[in-house]
């Protein structure tokens, strides 16, 4: 919650959500449970300001590798996630494809250059 927050307010404005320890859920890779995180964190995103049908939700398992760089078959209820957004809409299935789907902020190169000072 408190890096969402965080990353909104540093102006962040892609945001991709992946739901880690699939592998640990009750059963395991449960689409119930995928369902549920997704929902209360789409709600949270939204009073923070982001649009949760801009933000790719992905179900994962860091320690297995499942949906990270490929489609995992033990997710086999898990259709992809698609995003919309001004540019563009996105698909994709696993979070390298969400990553690539990301697009590159605009760099004002010609406005001065400005530093966030923490302490003086």
């Known amino acids: 919650r408190e890096h969402a927050l965080l990353a909104f307010t ?8 992946g739901v880690n320890k699939m592998d640990s859920t009750e059963p395991p890779y449960s689409e119930a449970r995928f369902e549920e995180i997704k929902k209360e964190v789409s709600s949270y995103i939204k009073k923070i300001g982001y649009n949760p049908a801009a933000v790719a939700f992905v179900p994962i398992s860091g320690w297995n590798g499942d949906n990270m760089l490929e489609v995992s078959d033990k997710m086999n209820w898990f259709k992809g996630w698609n995003i919309e957004r001004k540019e563009g809409k996105a698909d994709g299935k696993c979070l390298i494809e969400a990553l690539d789907a990301i697009l590159p902020p605009s760099r004002p190169t010609d406005k001065a250059l400005r530093l966030p000072l923490q302490d003086v």
Do not use: T
């Open 10 to 17: 540093l102006g962040v404005k892609q945001l991709i959500v």
